[in-house]
């Protein structure tokens, strides 16, 4: 299995004036990949979660590398690796580049709670899936 990657184009609405991403953009596009890897990949849309299972996805750290700037008009490609996997927490790695560089490398770290904000334990279906992506995903 390949990493989960999904493509989006650097919009006039995610930059600056002088035409670069501005760098808090980059965490809606981080947001918006993450949503679609759960939904496209993992098959458990955060919309689920949250309303029909009552499992809410917080992001609890985050640490990220500014590696190049961005541009309107560019392409990025975003790809999603998990570097551990909790009780209730995940760790992600989420890299985007274009033109052959690195962009930007994110590292993400989710944990699952109840409606009240309470962390509580991945549900094991949802941990068989990331932990499946896991293991099909890691480097050899």
């Not at 919009?11 to 890897?37: H, I, S, T």
């Not at 029909?52 to 590696?67: E, G, M, R, S, Y």
Request: proline residues 5%.
């Amino acid at each position: 299995m390949a990493l989960f990657t999904t493509k989006q184009t650097v919009r006039f609405a995610d930059c600056d004036p002088a035409g670069l991403v501005d760098y808090p953009n980059y965490f809606k596009m981080a947001q918006a990949l993450v949503e679609d890897w759960f939904a496209q990949s993992l098959r458990e849309p955060y919309a689920d979660l949250l309303n029909a299972k009552k499992i809410a996805l917080p992001t609890v750290h985050l640490t990220v590398d500014f590696n190049r700037p961005s541009r309107m008009g560019e392409t990025l490609t975003w790809t999603v690796q998990v570097e551990a996997l909790g009780r209730s927490s995940i760790r992600l790695k989420l890299v985007a580049t274009a033109e052959g560089a690195e962009r930007l490398t994110l590292t993400q770290v989710i944990v699952t709670t109840d409606a009240a904000g309470k962390s509580v334990a991945i549900p094991p279906e949802l941990r068989v899936k990331v932990a499946n992506y896991q293991s099909a995903t890691a480097k050899k």
